[in-house]
T-cell receptor, first 113, second 113 residues
Framework: GNSVTQMEGPVTLSEEAFLTINCTYTATGYPSLFWYVQYPGEGLQLLLKATKADDKGSNKGFEATYRKETTSFHLEKGSVQVSDSAVYFCALSDSGGYNKLIFGAGTRLAVHP | NAGVMQNPRHLVRRRGQEARLRCSPMKGHSHVYWYRQLPEEGLKFMVYLQKENIIDESGMPKERFSAEFPKEGPSILRIQQVVRGDSAAYFC???????????FGQGTRLTVV
């Protein structure tokens, strides 16, 4: 079945460092891909999405490109801030055309001043 | 426009008791999704409901768990005879239509003692 695999955390970075969080997926058909962020004690917020191959999603300085050839959707940011400390989840939409999402296990990011 | 409201935020139950988790979707949203997040894991889809209908309950455990979304009032996730393994964060999401972005609530953290 469909699945999402994320790099294990925690990822610890200094402020202004470059961030990459790897995400690969297994899916039949043409799923949409998402990155969600969960700040401490809060629910998930949609960070960015891409609905077809070669699409690039971007928001708040974060980017991810839908790579069908490598089945990947890696999250990147050029310069992280302390406020980016959170758990990041990669997800794909399962078949059915509705919000039945399959999530990766999440990657915790800690950014230090 | 208030976001997705879940209550209670924290719930403690003894083994064998019942847990009722409530989710009020965003105004104008008639589609509700429940997810469970076990410690250190990603979210797992449980059930998808529209007003008065269960559309997909493929992620619901076969016993003790039920969900409803009545014509009036919040969606309810009900867990009967809770066990320690039910301890998790339960997230609700809502959307105006099945294929549009879903917005997540802050979750209910259930602890079974």
């Amino acid at each position: 079945g469909n699945s999402v695999t994320q790099m294990e955390g925690p990822v610890t970075l200094s402020e202004e460092a470059f961030l990459t969080i790897n995400c690969t997926y297994t899916a039949t058909g043409y799923p949409s891909l998402f990155w969600y962020v969960q700040y401490p004690g809060e629910g998930l917020q949609l960070l960015l999405k891409a609905t077809k191959a070669d699409d690039k999603g971007s928001n708040k300085g974060f980017e991810a490109t839908y790579r069908k050839e490598t089945t990947s959707f890696h999250l990147e940011k050029g310069s992280v801030q302390v406020s980016d400390s959170a758990v990041y989840f990669c997800a794909l939409s399962d078949s059915g055309g509705y919000n039945k999402l399959i999530f990766g296990a999440g990657t915790r990011l800690a950014v230090h001043p | 426009n208030a976001g997705v409201m879940q209550n209670p935020r924290h719930l403690v139950r003894r083994r064998g008791q019942e847990a009722r988790l409530r989710c009020s979707p965003m105004k104008g949203h008639s589609h509700v999704y429940w997810y469970r997040q076990l410690p250190e894991e990603g979210l797992k889809f449980m059930v998808y409901l529209q007003k008065e209908n269960i559309i997909d309950e493929s992620g619901m455990p076969k016993e003790r768990f039920s969900a409803e979304f009545p014509k009036e009032g919040p969606s309810i996730l009900r867990i009967q005879q809770v066990v320690r393994g039910d301890s998790a964060a339960y997230f609700c999401a809502s959307s105006p239509r099945g294929w549009t972005e879903a917005f997540f609530g802050q979750g209910t953290r259930l602890t079974v003692v």
